[in-house]
T-cell receptor, first 115, second 116 residues
């Protein structure tokens, strides 16, 4: 049973460029979450999918952020026109549909550096 | 609005000492879930425990134990006979929505340093 995987693990980009991150959840998990973690802080919730439906996106940080999960399996998080303040660790997590309030399992994250 | 407070930013103890990490939460819901996660230097968050609001029974798992008290809105974590491998940042988290649609609200974390 493989865990949550994320790609790439590190991304360096210049300000103004677009970036896209991929997350592959644990195979039987239908819920998928994106978080952002900055230095010295806990993860901050961004958005949530149940299967392919994005059920919560009001926490996305700005309209430059968008996420998709087209077939209910992997998900992508895109940041357009990156800014230096977007530099952070972007974490993906998934959870099982089997019970309410189930624990989330996190991937290793994608560290974004905007220069 | 939900909130999680971990007042201890950093704790340093010598190996084999017991250490308790504090977590205080705020929520208006009667149904909620509490979690502890460990983030070692490698960076990946590791799930430790889940508790629902109706289960105040304390839990012990090896050297780890958790004390959940609704009366004080606290969910504290104790490591007994600490080891160097316990060095990490520990996060307490809260989920209110059924199904977790609101995601987890994390505290700022406690950096635990176990000195040999």
């Amino acid at each position: 049973d493989t865990g949550v995987s994320q790609d790439p693990r590190h991304k360096i980009t210049k300000r103004g460029q677009n970036v896209t991150f991929r997350c592959d959840p644990i195979s039987e998990h239908n819920r998928l979450y994106w978080y952002r973690q900055t230095l010295g802080q806990g993860p901050e919730f961004l958005t949530y999918f149940q299967n392919e439906a994005q059920l919560e996106k009001s926490r996305l940080l700005s309209d430059r952020f968008s996420a998709e999960r087209p077939k209910g399996s992997f998900s992508t998080l895109e940041i357009q026109r990156t800014e230096q303040g977007d530099s952070a660790m972007y974490l993906c997590a998934s959870s099982s549909p089997l019970r309410l309030g189930d624990e989330q399992y996190f991937g290793p994250g994608t560290r974004l550096t905007v220069t | 609005a939900q909130k999680v407070t971990q007042a201890q930013t950093e704790i340093s103890v010598v190996e084999k000492e017991d250490v308790t990490l504090d977590c205080v939460y705020e929520t208006r819901d009667t149904t909620y879930y509490l979690f502890w996660y460990k983030q070692p230097p490698s960076g990946e968050l590791v799930f430790l425990i889940r508790r629902n609001s109706f289960d105040e029974q304390n839990e012990i798992s090896g050297r780890y134990s958790w004390n959940f008290q609704k009366s004080t809105s606290s969910f504290n974590f104790t490591i007994t006979a600490s080891q160097v491998v316990d060095s990490a940042v520990y996060f307490c988290a809260l989920s209110e929505a059924i199904g977790g649609a609101d995601g987890l609200t994390f505290g700022k974390g406690t950096h635990l340093i176990i000195q040999p």
